[in-house]
């Protein structure tokens, strides 16, 4: 937990900080469609941004999860 995680969508992709997303593996498996971590946007530049892991619920957070976004702040 507060380790951060870096995003390829930033200001340009409406993005703001305050932001909220779950992290869901959508590839074949056992863990098809979980919640593996939620993640809280820190810092936004235009193409880019950094969130902060709030939770985890499935260890193992990698590259290629889908980012689903659950608060938008404005």
Same mark, same amino acid.
């Given at each position: 937990?507060? $380790? /951060?995680?870096?995003? +390829? +969508?930033?200001? #340009? !992709? @409406?993005?703001?900080?305050? *932001?909220?997303? /779950? +992290?869901? #593996? =959508? &590839?074949?498996?056992? &863990?098809?469609?979980?919640?593996? +971590?939620?993640?809280? %946007? %820190?810092?936004? !530049? &235009? *193409? %880019? ?5 709030? $939770? %985890?619920?499935?260890? @193992?957070?990698? =590259? @290629?999860?889908?980012? /689903?976004?659950? &608060? #938008?702040?404005?």
């Amino acid at each position: 937990l507060g $380790s /951060r995680v870096f995003l +390829a +969508a930033g200001a #340009k !992709d @409406g993005i703001v900080i305050g *932001d909220v997303f /779950r +992290a869901v #593996k =959508e &590839e074949p498996g056992p &863990e098809f469609g979980m919640e593996s +971590a939620r993640l809280q %946007i %820190i810092h936004v !530049d &235009e *193409d %880019i941004s950094t969130a902060r892991i709030v $939770s %985890i619920r499935i260890p @193992g957070l990698q =590259e @290629g999860y889908t980012l /689903r976004l659950i &608060e #938008k702040m404005y």
